[in-house]
């Protein structure tokens, strides 16, 4: 054998080695429909309003109709999975006097559906719609409020995603949910965010979809192409001295939910390189709020997906005709090929993440005053190896790696730890990865 071909075949082992080479996030990508999304957000536009407060009874408009309608559709959908999911209400009371944006007591109601993981059960990565809809005065529950983007196609994303990926098997939990009472204060999100605690969920991590099918900017841009994943520095419930530390350390840029954000954006830009994912280094928009924060705030990881380019006109709005602008967010400004996009980058993210081994519990790190970085993490049932990443300090993303087997430690060879961040990811036995994993111990010599 002449040299070339031998270090050919090197090369071919090691991108093997390093590569997830199964097909089916392809397939996935494929499965992802178009018309039925289409035909699922004109469903829900069509219960007129989804207000939190609006009709419970009438079985053609209102919340209560549009809850019953989600429920029989993830319950169909379980039917041709063999019940492949478990589907549910969880609900939560609220009374007039705890916020100001309830305008009578009532019930906030999710409607959930879980995909049993065969390895992982207590793992759990949630991907989010929301039922509820709003016009421009948040307490008028009686008043057209169709929704159609805000979060009609949120919602119709997460049924879609139910569709395809229940037609496989995942070794951890996947979670459809459509989350209530979002306008009139996260509360549906804090409802299931404090059950998963009660319940000792292990979250990987929550995708909020809240608005995933605007294409044309209120100032006229149009991009088919870019959307954002919001994402929080570092989790609200770090200690005094994990703060302490940071200043030392480390670490203000690479939180879980900075994490779960990278993952996105570098399993989007590997398999759906047509899109252009832009992370957002903040928790949400400039002071607004979405339904991954309820989750955030309970210390689990959580980002939002959105569209890049939002049109103003179209949310929140009385469907109105004013000085020759169509104000309301209606069934014919949703772009549906776009919403499907997003919806794709949900189940291929979900589908990776449900695939992987659990990351490492622990990651110290030390080489103080040495030339070279030393890793060493805890060892994960179900890892075939473990990656390790690092980056510039200014970078964004983890622009290398190196994957060193199934080894509990490593030593990168002239990689300085002044210089660089660093992180170790699992790596499962199809090639896929878990989320990476910022240090969170000290190696001293
Ligand atoms: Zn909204």
Redesign the pocket.
């Given at each position: 054998m002449n040299q070339l071909i031998k270090s050919s075949i090197v090369f071919l082992i090691c991108l093997n080695l390093n590569a997830q080479t199964d097909q089916k996030i392809y397939d996935i990508i494929e499965a992802v429909s178009v018309d039925r999304i289409k035909a699922d957000v004109q469903i829900l536009a069509d219960f007129g309003t989804r207000h939190t407060f609006s009709d419970t009874v009438s079985n053609t408009r209102g919340i209560g109709a549009a809850r019953r309608w989600i429920k029989k559709e993830f319950e169909l959908i379980s039917k041709d999975c063999n019940n492949c999911l478990e589907v549910f209400y969880q609900k939560d009371f609220v009374t007039k006097d705890v916020k100001k944006r309830v305008p009578h007591d009532g019930w906030i109601v999710n409607v959930v559906a879980i995909q049993r993981g065969s390895k992982y059960p207590n793992r759990y990565i949630i991907m989010s719609g929301?039922i509820d809809?709003?016009a421009s005065d948040v307490m008028d529950f009686s008043i057209d409020a169709p929704?159609a983007n805000?979060?009609a196609s949120g919602m119709a994303g997460a049924i879609e995603a139910a569709r395809v990926l229940s037609t496989y098997k995942f070794e951890s939990s996947i979670v459809y949910v459509g989350l209530s009472g979002?306008?009139q204060g996260l509360f549906g999100g804090a409802g299931l965010a404090a059950y998963a605690k009660e319940k000792g969920w292990d979250v990987i991590g929550v995708f909020n979809n809240?608005?995933i099918g605007n294409i044309e900017g209120v100032d006229g841009v149009i991009d088919n192409r870019s959307f954002r994943i919001f994402s929080e520095p570092v989790p609200p419930t770090e200690t005094d001295r994990e703060r302490e530390m940071r200043r030392f350390y480390g670490g203000e840029v690479d939180g879980i939910s900075r994490q779960l954000a990278r993952y996105v954006h570098k399993t989007t830009q590997t398999y759906m390189p047509e899109m252009n994912p832009m992370m957002v280094y903040r928790l949400d928009r400039f002071g607004r709020g979405g339904h991954h924060r309820p989750f955030n705030d309970l210390g689990f990881a959580g980002i939002r997906i959105m569209e890049a380019h939002e049109n103003y006109t179209q949310?929140?709005q009385d469907i109105r005709l004013e000085d020759g602008i169509n104000y309301g967010d209606t069934f014919e400004h949703v772009n549906f090929p776009y919403a499907a996009k997003l919806t794709a980058v949900n189940a291929i993210n979900m589908a990776s993440l449900a695939s992987a081994p659990p990351p490492p519990k622990t990651v110290a790190i030390g080489g103080i005053v040495e030339a070279s970085a030393k890793l060493k993490w805890d060892k994960v049932d179900g890892a075939k190896g473990y990656k390790i990443y690092w980056r510039d300090t200014t970078s964004p993303t983890w622009d290398h790696s190196r994957y060193v087997g199934d080894l509990e430690e490593f030593t990168l060879n002239g990689i300085v730890i002044d210089n660089s961040y660093f992180g170790v990811a699992s790596v499962g036995k199809d090639g896929y990865e878990s989320v990476v994993v910022f240090p969170n111990s000290i190696l001293r010599n």
């Open positions: 929301d809809s709003r929704g805000d979060n979002e306008e809240d608005m949310q929140h």
